[in-house]
């Protein structure tokens, strides 16, 4: 059974690797085949933010740490590789890991400062400073974003196999390489003492110092670590769409990530992941075939926001905590979690 | 000369309208502990009502439908939806953030989500000369209604029962209910007063900008949320001194600066009061 468990992803991440090489065709699900560009494309975007929501979930469902900008550092990424390419002519071997390395540091300065405050005070400072970048990228300063257009990605300093619809296949093997990434990197962080530590000071942060810890460094730690996946999220979904843009740096970016955690099963090892796939097939699907859908059904913010408070109120746990919930179906028996305070967040970080 | 005091008068126009929303914020999140992302979206329908209105009834008369619609939003989200859920903070944030995106959605079905001429009065058209500078009037009505909301918010604060409920709860909520007396009752009513006053912004918004539209709501309610930062959670006072503040350090480094980088000053200046006064200007203290 153990092994069972342990195998299974290791399947699933090959069968989506071999996907591409299939031509069934999914009515329903999907417009085309599933190796036809626009089914490709489609995949793609759910992968990039099941990884980005999984590098959410290391601040939200694992450290506790309510934030509102994450969309800053994705843009971060994004923008930084978008414009170094597009602007200063770099290859994207420079221009990533540059852009990488720099959102890395603006995370870790702004994490310094929005750290200092607690709970929902911090919450709203890192609104604040996310609202700067929504900022920056609309005035277009210098002519570097390109406004609310946003900046076209210029192909010259793209490797030719990442540029053009035939090739949307190899953007898809870098999406799951990415997903890949950040799943692995958030999964080692769980069994690593800092990710013990982050659980302690979402369940008590008091007792922790007490132990002569001291919180605020490994919670800007999580920061930093969050905000560069989210950074390479922003990286690979440039390249993705071809072009960086403001809805990319929005406040709603962010909130879509909280409902991804939180619909998937926030602080679960595979529930961010689930609930990001998810919510982006849903989201891209609904708008595509909104024009056919009467009255408000017609908006897919109108039907996730409603589906998600009821997911509130009705599946705390998420997805991930339904199996939890449901009569077992051959489960493996769980350690009941102690949590202080009484609220149902996040649970269970011992599955390993 | 003429510029600076046109200026300040925008700078308190804008101010008026933080004061408006953050002042409602800032009392639901001192007493209920509710970080209320729905609080755009009070004010949205708190705009479209009055919107609506005014093309059937006059101003005034749309402006008190707006603001009754709102405050009605506010006590049925309070009663309907934020009850179940005290002790649990942040899946109060999150059905919120979800009943604010699925708000401004449903509003974008019924009327677009492209913006919709706003019907001004007349009279709020017109320029007023004040020490030599010409002043849209408007900017003076919003700072007018300010004050007005200002001084009846702080006279029931000080002097009702209510008030006094209302400010012993955000010093020490345990201590109220301990004593016998049901804050819940005081929650709904502080939502109301919170939609209420979100809904009067939208109005004035509509006359401010000319326009409304579904999203007006979450642009002006991030600075608002910067505004009750600074200014102290759960203090009218100081939320009133923090709009003041951002408004105007937004319009003078918007004239003199490069655009955006108004914005971007109120930012530091919140990072600033954080870092030297973690709690806001006034600590927590409602009146």
């Known amino acids: 059974m153990r092994i069972v468990r342990r195998l299974a992803p290791l399947v699933v991440l090959v069968l989506a690797a071999v996907l591409p090489w299939s031509t069934v065709d999914i009515p329903g699900l999907f417009d085309g085949p599933l190796n036809s560009p626009g089914t490709l494309q489609l995949l793609a975007s759910c992968l990039v933010f099941g990884g980005l929501a999984m590098g959410y979930d290391l601040l939200f469902g694992r450290a506790g740490l309510l934030s509102f900008g994450h969309a800053l550092y994705f843009a971060g ?33 702004l994490g310094a400062v929005a750290l200092r405050t607690t709970g929902i005070a911090f919450a709203m400072v890192t609104l604040a400073f996310a609202q700067v970048g929504v900022v920056l990228v609309n005035r277009d300063p210098g002519g570097l974003t390109g406004g609310e257009e946003g900046l076209p990605l210029d192909g010259h300093g793209i490797p030719g196999p990442l540029i053009g619809v035939a090739n949307t296949v190899n953007l898809y093997w870098l999406a799951l390489a990415f997903l890949a990434v950040a799943v692995f990197l958030v999964h080692r962080v769980d069994g690593a003492p800092l990710g013990r530590v982050l659980a302690g000071l979402r369940d008590d942060e008091r007792r922790v110092s007490v132990l002569g810890l001291s919180p605020y460094r490994f919670k800007l730690v999580a920061f930093s670590l969050s905000g560069g996946i989210a950074a390479l999220a922003g990286v690979v979904y440039t390249l993705l769409v071809g072009g960086a843009s403001p809805r990319m740096a929005g406040t709603d970016l962010t909130l879509s990530l909280l409902i991804m955690v939180v619909l998937g099963g926030p602080g679960t090892r595979w529930g961010p992941v689930l609930g990001g796939i998810l919510y982006t097939y849903l989201d891209q699907r609904l708008t595509s075939a909104g024009g056919h859908l009467p009255g408000p059904l017609a908006q897919p913010l109108f039907l996730l926001g409603a589906v998600f408070v009821l997911a509130v109120y009705f599946v705390p746990g998420g997805l991930a905590g339904l199996r939890r919930r449901l009569p077992r179906l051959g489960g493996l028996p769980r350690r009941p979690t102690a949590r202080a305070g009484g609220d149902t967040l996040p649970e269970g970080l011992g599955l390993d | 000369m003429a510029t600076v005091v046109l200026l300040t008068a925008t700078g308190l126009g804008l101010a008026a309208l933080y004061f408006l929303i953050a002042a409602g914020l800032s009392l639901v999140f001192g007493l209920a502990g509710v970080l209320n992302f729905a609080h755009g979206l009070f004010l949205s329908v708190g705009a479209y009502a009055t919107w609506w209105a005014a093309q059937r009834w006059g101003f005034a008369a749309a402006v008190v439908f707006g603001v009754a619609c709102a405050a009605a939003v506010g006590a049925l989200v309070e009663l309907a939806m934020i009850r179940p859920l005290y002790k649990r903070p942040t899946e109060q944030v999150l059905v919120t953030v979800g009943l604010s995106l699925a708000g401004v959605a449903l509003l974008e079905a019924v009327w677009g989500a492209d913006s919709r001429p706003f019907p001004r009065p007349q009279w709020t058209r017109q320029v007023v000369t004040v020490l030599g500078a010409r002043v ?96 102290g959670m759960g203090s009218v006072a100081g939320t009133a001194l923090a709009a003041v503040a951002v408004g105007l350090v937004q319009q003078f480094v918007n004239y003199y600066g490069t655009g955006g980088a108004g914005d971007v000053c109120v930012v530091a200046l919140l990072a600033i009061v954080l870092l030297a006064r973690p709690h806001g200007i006034s600590g927590r203290v409602a009146a």
Do not use: K, N
């Open chain 1, 77 to 109: 990424g994004a923008y930084g590789t978008d414009v170094l390419i597009t602007h200063a002519h770099w290859p994207l071997w420079t221009a990533a890991p540059v852009a990488l390395a720099g959102t890395v540091v603006l995370a870790a300065v």
């Open chain 2, 136 to 231: 849209p009037a408007d900017r003076l009505l919003l700072f007018g209604a300010a004050v007005v909301v200002l001084a009846g918010l702080t006279a029931f604060l000080r002097f009702t029962r209510h008030g006094l409920v209302i400010r012993a709860g955000v010093e020490d909520r345990a201590m109220v209910s301990a004593l016998g007396i049901d804050v819940r009752r005081s929650f709904t009513l502080v939502f109301a007063i919170g939609g209420g006053l979100a809904g009067l912004a939208g109005a004035l918004g509509g006359v401010y900008f000319g326009s409304v539209s579904p999203e007006q709501g979450a642009s002006l309610l991030i600075f608002a949320f910067i505004v009750v930062v600074i200014g």
